[in-house]
């Protein structure tokens, strides 16, 4: 199937509205509005950050708010071999995947070097080795990691992520390496789903209900689209104030489910 089979819809959205008093504004030196409206937009951001990376991944927010394993297709599968959360199954990589009788349900135990088997930089080979096996496109390789994992991929060799030794190119969007990482573009996200307590659970086997996942492949794998973003003020008809909302619309389709590839892991110490 070709990329014109798909459509992008835009079906997504954020919103945010908060109020200004006269009161307030008068007599404070600080300026609220300005305050405000930077804080609106950061969590608009960092929402649409969260939901474009649970898809990505595979997983979603219930109603509470708590991660859990997408089960809705967005449109058409890209792929017909990929399941309802337009995953190829092949592609989620699990302690089954790296240790011999491991569970497929369990979290990889993931450790530092000269101490464990599963280390960082094994994780990252291997994701590297599924790309490889399968024709992606070795420029626009991404992995998106949590601070977890960024932590004990810095206990194995500091080099990799550490600005001292990469002059002075400026980080944007999550980006922590000027270089490269087996073949990844390595970027750092708050935003990545995780179950229950998360990856920083220490488990030596790893687990199935507590763990991070890390996220890679190549750009072309995704597309995301914005229709409407706008910000409008108006007073507030029962008091004193300026009211001031925000709408962000937009759309997300993994096109390329073969250019994905996921780890669910837990630290091993």
Not at 27 to 35: C, P
Not at 179 to 197: A, C, D, M
Not at 219 to 227: F, L
Not at 243 to 262: A, D, N, T, W
Request: hydrophobic share 35%.
């Amino acid at each position: 199937m070709t990329d014109e089979d798909f459509s992008l819809t835009i079906d997504k959205a954020n919103y945010f509205a908060f109020k200004v008093d006269d009161i307030e504004e008068k007599h404070s030196h600080v300026n609220w509005m300005d305050l405000a409206t930077d804080r609106a937009g950061y969590r608009m951001k960092d929402e649409y950050d969260s939901e474009v990376l649970g898809y990505m991944s595979g997983y979603v927010k219930n109603s509470s708010g708590v991660w859990v394993a997408n089960t809705t297709t967005s449109g058409s599968v890209a792929n017909t071999s990929a399941g309802t959360d337009e995953w190829l199954s092949a592609r989620k990589l699990t302690r089954a995947t790296f240790v011999s009788g491991g569970s497929s349900s369990d979290s990889v135990a993931v450790g530092v070097a000269g101490t464990y088997d599963v280390t960082p930089l094994t994780i990252l080979n291997r994701m590297n080795r599924v790309l490889d096996l399968h024709n992606v496109p070795k420029d626009g390789r991404f992995v998106v990691v949590d601070p977890v994992f960024v932590e004990i991929l810095m206990d194995e060799n500091s080099k990799f992520m550490n600005h001292d030794y990469q002059g002075s190119e400026d980080f944007t969007n999550g980006k922590i390496s000027a270089g490269k990482v087996r073949g990844f573009q390595v970027h750092e996200s708050n935003n990545l789903p995780y179950l229950g307590t998360g990856p920083g659970t220490a488990d030596t086997n790893g687990s199935s209900s507590n763990y991070g996942v890390i996220l890679a492949g190549h750009i072309s794998a995704v597309a995301t689209a914005t229709q409407i973003t706008k910000t409008e003020s108006y007073r507030d008809p029962n008091s004193f104030g300026d009211i001031v909302r925000g709408m962000q619309l937009y759309g997300r389709k993994i096109l390329r489910p073969e250019s994905l590839v996921r780890v669910i892991y837990n630290i091993n110490v």
